[in-house]
Every structure is written in structure tokens, then in C-alpha cells.
């Protein structure tokens, strides 16, 4: 096996030049200025220090840039995995305690580890029963829960909670503690940001500043509102006027060492770790491939599980909190022209030197700025009228993204998402049990075949057709013998039956013994069953089984040459105003499938 196989950065290193490293250098420059108070506004949203932030912004995204297979994704620190992150702990731990911290790194490993095991088994399709309406839900409730939450730090008082109920009530409690010099910073940064995301991208181009480049200043307007609230309260010394501050932030590199072994913390954080793999996970695929496909690249999901997995082991083995991609990040970075992992390295590059050399101004940066930043940039994950959108489209959806939404709102981001998937699931298989079918005719002077009820079609008094439009499997099995004995019982001039598989994908043990009742009840009602349009990986199993050898009818190539076989001339019936086929047709509702 080549090692650039398990190495991607021995494959793009080869052709590596100084165009894209100054390309990778002014994109890592720019995601840095956005990265820096992120960073600690994110550990501060997970209960963490505030340098814990910076910490998860090192070594994780130097071990993207050496794994990683994406040239855009910005990995690091992001809201979702930080709420997630503070749900995790808060059972086990005091946030900001060291026993917190220590299940911090433990959460951040395990994570890892799970991400790494996946990718080495190529598990990446697991994600695939985190729904998007499911996903969608989650993480317009977290972003609202996020936003919440940081009216505390907003206004100066201390209020905790894990859901909304709780977080409203104790902020209510505490209102009359505010303090307003903190509540004016807060608002007016609030302000300044929105202002700035909504307005000076005009502005900008009004006076001849490029699309692109205006989107980027846009991006890196949060580090002039750190700058310029962070000298205030240095010249000002608004701490002593009860301005909540960041604090010490401790100067120099992480330690790098083993989190806790304590088998009971591990197996403790096990589920919550297993939930921020896999939503970190979908997160940042699905952020990576959209920008991938701007540039007419790709991304391999397998080899980014193991990626995503080394980004969190470093993090839990050099002080960090669980990590994964970014969007806003990953856009700026795109935006930005990033052309390699390396924009990665060099943007840890970048958080190393403000660790060394601004930590001393990071300690007067009040936390109100910091909440401002982050309930501006959590407005991006709350999606509303996609749950409009989701609901007329299909309610099944709907009621799974609504049920997420409020169960995470209500309740706990763990016991939200677990119910959303949970009922995706039960909704497909409900779904899937009752497959849809339609009894098909000839479209006259052709050789398609349409749903009876839709169509005038040539139909034949001793053969009906049932179209299946699901895979045969355990759950619809029984449906399927009480949908064609029905039809069978509706219809005695009935001789044959023939069911045209060309949805089929697959027939499992289950629906097999059905086929096989089927076969035998017909044929004990003077009717044959026969099959059409099977495709090919279908029919290689049926050949090994008696199915094929006991099936009384035939297995046609296709549902014309069933109908040429069977039906007879002197009993077909044509409609009396034979209508064009059209493929294409309006969105009716109410009209049968």
C-alpha cells in the first residue's frame, strides 16, 4: 500500500511551490485574526479556560494538514461541539474545575479515537442515519440555545442551564444584577457585528473595494471589536467597575501528555463522545465537499474520518476540547484562496505566536465582546424556515426535524438528537413497510407501462401488473402478500400476475418466504405468478434458491415482453382517447401514484 494512501500529504507535497504557499500563508493569516477570539469565546461557551481554545487550535489542525484531504476545511474550536461539549460535562465536573478539564481531554481522545476506528473500517456510511432534516433541527436548536445562553456574559450575571426553560428562568432570576457598563459593551459590539455583516460589504464596494476582498474584511470585523473593547477596559479599568474580563490567560505552549485512564470517565463519556464524532463528522464533510466541488475536487470521507480522528487525539493530548470543521472558518479560508492543508499549519502557526505574545492584552478582553461574537456568528446555524420547507415537502421529515428541534430546546442536546434519529429511523421503516405499488397498463403504440389510475393505457382482463416501488425486506414482506392476494381476490378473471421489480433492490430471507407463499396461493387459485425487470444482483440469489425451480410462472427481461407473452389480443382493452406519454408532469397532490 502506498503511503500516500494513508498520508495525503506525501501526495500534494510533491508539487508543492511558493505560489501556493503564499496563497496558504494569506489565507492562514486571515482565519488566524478570525480564529483567535473564536477560540476563546468557544472554550468559554464549553466551560473551558479560555487558553483551552487556543490549545485546540495547535496541534489539531498541524495533524489535519498532514492527514486531511480537504484544501479548505478550517479545522478547530466550533459552537456546536462546544454546547455539546459543556452538556457532556456538566454531570461530571464543575465547569472550569480541574476535574472538568481533565474530562475535557478525555472527551477530546475518546472522539478521536472513535473517528480513527471508523475511518480504518471505512464506517463513513454510519453517518448516514443522521438525517438532514434531523441534522437541520439539531443545529438550529443548538444555535439557539447558544445565543441564549451568552446573554448572561451579555449582561454581567451569572445564569446556567441546559436547556431553554432553564436558562430563560435563571437569567430572569438574576436580571436585576446587571450591570450596565457590561450590558452597553455587549450591545454595542452586538451592534457593530451585525451592522458590519449586513452593511459594509455594500459599503465597501460603494467605494470600489472588491467583492472578495470586502467578504473578507466582513469575516475578520470581530478582531477590531476584540481590539478596540479589550484597550477600553485596559485604559478605562473597567474591571474595577464590575466588567467581567477574560481573565490570565497563561503564556507559552500546552504540555503534551496522556489524559486521564479512569476506565469509569471513559465509558462515562462514551456516548457523548460517540454523538460528537458523528454530528462533528457530518458537520465538516458536508462543509468540505461543498467547497471541494467549487474547485472541482474531492474529498474522501473514509480517509477524513481518520483526519478529523488525529485532529482530536492531538487535541485531547495538548490541553485542547474536541474539535472539527468550521463553516464560517472554512468559508474565509476558501475565500481567502487557501490552496492546501498547509493553510492549516500555518494558521497554528499563527495561534502559537498570539499564545506567546498577546496573552498578556487577552487578559482585559471582556467576555461580553466574546458572547456578542458568538451569538453573531451562531445566527448562521439557525435555519427557521427550513422547517416550513421540510414540512410541505414531505411531514414524516418534518415531524422528525420539529421533534429534534424541540426535544433539544426543551430538554438536552444529547436526549435531542438521539430522539430525532431515533424517530428517522422509525418513520423509514414505517414508510418502507408499506411500499408503494400501482397496477400498470400499456401505454398504446409503446412499449412503457403506467399506473392505471394516472393514465389511459392498454390493459388485459386475464393479467395484472403490479409495479413495486420498494426493496422486499423483512418489514414489507407481509404487506406485499396481502397487496397481491387482494388484487387477486378483487379480480377473478385473473390468470396471471406479474410483479415488475425494476425498484427492487434487494429481497431478503424474509420476502422471500413471501414470494414463495405468494407462488403457492395462486397457484392453488388457478393463477400464475411470474416476475419482470429483475435486476441482475437481485436474480444471481434467487438462482440458488428453490424460488426459481417451484415459481410457476416465467421471469420476462422486461414488462413488454411479459405483456407480449400474456396478453391476449381478443381480451385487451383500449381506452377510447389514447393519450401521448409524458415524462414530465405537474405536482399534483391529489393525483394517485
Not at 508539487?15 to 496558504?24: E, I, V
Not at 450591570?179 to 450591545?187: D, E, R
Request: glycine share 8%; with cysteine.
Amino acid at each position: 500500500m502506498r503511503i500516500d494512501g494513508w498520508v495525503p500529504l506525501v501526495g500534494w507535497l510533491r508539487h508543492y511551490n511558493r505560489q501556493l504557499l503564499s496563497q496558504d500563508v494569506l489565507a492562514a493569516v486571515i482565519v488566524t485574526l478570525m480564529l483567535v477570539p473564536q477560540a476563546l469565546a468557544y472554550a468559554l461557551l464549553a466551560g473551558l479556560p479560555p487558553e483551552m481554545g487556543l490549545y485546540a487550535s495547535m496541534l489539531p489542525l498541524v495533524l489535519y494538514a498532514v492527514f486531511g484531504t480537504s484544501a479548505s476545511l478550517a479545522v478547530g474550536p466550533v459552537a456546536v461541539a462546544a454546547l455539546m461539549t459543556a452538556s457532556a460535562l456538566s454531570s461530571f465536573a464543575e465547569p472550569g474545575s480541574p476535574e472538568y478539564v481533565g474530562a475535557a481531554l478525555v472527551l477530546a481522545m475518546l472522539s478521536g479515537l472513535i473517528l480513527m476506528v471508523m475511518g480504518v473500517l471505512r464506517l463513513g456510511f454510519l453517518v448516514n442515519f443522521l438525517s438532514h432534516p434531523v441534522i437541520s433541527g439539531f443545529v438550529t436548536a443548538s444555535g439557539i440555545l447558544i445565543a441564549i445562553s451568552q446573554l448572561k456574559h451579555l449582561v454581567g450575571v451569572e445564569a446556567s442551564g441546559h436547556n431553554v426553560i432553564d436558562l430563560l428562568g435563571a437569567l430572569m432570576g438574576e436580571w436585576h444584577q446587571a450591570n450596565l457598563i457590561t450590558l452597553l459593551i455587549g450591545l454595542a459590539v452586538l451592534g457593530f457585528l451585525v451592522v458590519c455583516r449586513k452593511r459594509l460589504n455594500l459599503w465597501l464596494n460603494a467605494i470600489g473595494v472588491s467583492s472578495t476582498h470586502a467578504g473578507l474584511i466582513v469575516k475578520a470585523a470581530p478582531i477590531s471589536a476584540v481590539v478596540v473593547t479589550t484597550l477600553l477596559t485596559w485604559g478605562l479599568n473597567l474591571e474595577q467597575q464590575g466588567v467581567a474580563v477574560v481573565g490570565a490567560v497563561p503564556s507559552g505552549l500546552p504540555d503534551l501528555m496522556l489524559p486521564s485512564l479512569d476506565q469509569s470517565l471513559w465509558l462515562g463519556l462514551l456516548p457523548a463522545a460517540l454523538l460528537i464524532s458523528l454530528v462533528g463528522f457530518v458537520e465538516s464533510v458536508s462543509v468540505a465537499q461543498t467547497l471541494a466541488a467549487k474547485r472541482r475536487q474531492r474529498i474522501d470521507p473514509n480517509k477524513e474520518l481518520i483526519a478529523l480522528g488525529m485532529a482530536n487525539v492531538g487535541a485531547g493530548v495538548s490541553g485542547g476540547s474536541p474539535v472539527s470543521g468550521g463553516f464560517s472558518r472554512s468559508v474565509v479560508n476558501f475565500e481567502a484562496g487557501a490552496a492546501t492543508p498547509m493553510a492549516g499549519a500555518f494558521t497554528a502557526f499563527g495561534i502559537v505566536l498570539s499564545t506567546l505574545l498577546l496573552t498578556d492584552l487577552l487578559a482585559f478582553l471582556p467576555t461580553a465582546t466574546l458572547a456578542a461574537t458568538i451569538i453573531v456568528a451562531v445566527g448562521t446555524l439557525i435555519d427557521l424556515p427550513a422547517i416550513k420547507r421540510t414540512w410541505q415537502y414531505s411531514r414524516s421529515d418534518g415531524v422528525a426535524m420539529i421533534a429534534t428541534l424541540l426535544l433539544t430546546l426543551l430538554h438536552s442536546v444529547e436526549v435531542g438528537i438521539i430522539s430525532g434519529v431515533m424517530l428517522s429511523l422509525g418513520l423509514h421503516l414505517y414508510r418502507t413497510s408499506r411500499p408503494h405499488s400501482a397496477v400498470v397498463g400499456r401505454v398504446p403504440g409503446t412499449e412503457h407501462f403506467r399506473n392505471v389510475k394516472r393514465h389511459q393505457v392498454e390493459t388485459d382482463k386475464h393479467v395484472a401488473m403490479l409495479r413495486i416501488d420498494e426493496s422486499l425486506y423483512f418489514a414489507n414482506a407481509r404487506y406485499l402478500e396481502d397487496t397481491v392476494m387482494a388484487l387477486a381476490a378483487r379480480s377473478p378473471s385473473i390468470k396471471h400476475i406479474v410483479l415488475t421489480c425494476q425498484a427492487v433492490n434487494v429481497i431478503d430471507a424474509s420476502a422471500l418466504e413471501s414470494l414463495e407463499a405468494i407462488n403457492t396461493r395462486l397457484k392453488d387459485a388457478e393463477a400464475t405468478l411470474h416476475l419482470a425487470e429483475v435486476k441482475g444482483p437481485v436474480m444471481d440469489r434467487l438462482k440458488h434458491t428453490d424460488f426459481c425451480h417451484e415459481l410457476t410462472g416465467q421471469v420476462f427481461f422486461t414488462t413488454f415482453d411479459a405483456w407480449q407473452t400474456l396478453a391476449q389480443p381478443g381480451d385487451t382493452i383500449t381506452p377510447s382517447v389514447p393519450i401521448p406519454l409524458e415524462e414530465t408532469r405537474p405536482c399534483e397532490s391529489d393525483m394517485p401514484r
